[in-house]
């Protein structure tokens, strides 16, 4: 099999956690998987309150102010104190500066919106590999109630406006609840 083919086998069993940790390379996937999936519990849990705080006390417009200034600084923050670089990506990206996926992210994000489409809930859609020696993980970012009021269809004007001011080329709206609207993607630190 071709390094690419097992790259790709490999990619697919840790995706299924099928991988089990026999041998070293497998529990260093298995363990490296395990902290990104952390990485991306305590991004989450450390923004989704925010942005729901935001909400509360001035509205969708609102929340896009914060999150544009929260998002980046937790993404920052996480990179720096565990050394993995965090950011979050998109087909469809709302900050052009730090949200637009490379050849890998683009194409595993694909394979996300595919495998929602087939009926895979976004929030088991996941994947691990190891791409130039580096291992990375992608995580989907499913469409919750929550961002519709500034990822749906129907923006109010002032979150357009919103929108506007602090993403000038925004693509990330016309979602629909439940579709994969990015992923959070990390890269590991060099062993």
Known sequence: MHHFGTLL???????HGAL??????DSTASTRTEEA????????????????????????????????????????????????????????????????????????????????????????LQQAAVTDGRFRYM????????CLACHGENLSPAVQEALDTHYPDDRATGYQLGEVRGAISLIAPAS
């Open 139 to 146: 995580q989907a970012q499913g469409t919750e109630g929550l």
């Open 37 to 124: 999936r952390a990485l991306v519990g305590r991004f989450v849990g450390q923004l989704k309150p925010q942005l729901q705080q935001a909400m509360a006390a001035g509205g969708p417009a609102h929340a896009v102010a914060v999150c544009a200034e929260v998002a980046p600084a937790l993404m920052d923050s996480l990179s720096a104190e565990t050394g993995w670089q965090v950011r979050r990506v998109s087909l469809q990206a709302r900050n052009a500066e730090r949200a637009e996926p490379d050849a890998w992210e683009r194409a595993v994000l694909q394979q996300f919106a595919a495998r929602q489409a087939a009926g895979t809930p976004a929030s088991q």
């Open 9 to 15: 086998l490999a990619t697919a069993l840790l995706s």
């Open 20 to 25: 089990a940790g026999g041998n070293t390379a």
